[in-house]
């Protein structure tokens, strides 16, 4: 008696085990896309500020930075879109990066 007793004892101390760790795996799997994620964004915010102070430059030398100015930061495609139009706040030209990840 006391034998089958401790079998079924031990089956759930497993069961019990067992759960635990698929929680702390599926815990780990969705910190780990978090994570990832989050890494994503600020390498994103990085290039789209590099992007910017390209843009600057480009102007700032009377160039025009859109168009075929491919540019690849950090792994991401950067793309600058410069409308010389004066449709920007308080007339002034707006300037559009889009990263691409």
Known sequence: MKKGFVLIVIFGVLIVISLLAVAAI????????????????KK???AAQA???????????NNDPSGNNALTINGLNVDIDYTD???GPKGTDPVTITISY
């Open 26 to 41: 599926n815990l780990m799997r969705q910190q780990s896309r978090v994570t990832e994620h989050r890494i994503k964004r």
């Open 44 to 46: 994103g915010i990085l």
């Open 51 to 61: 992007g910017m102070i390209h843009a600057i430059e480009e102007l700032r030398k």
């Open 85 to 87: 139009d004066n449709s």
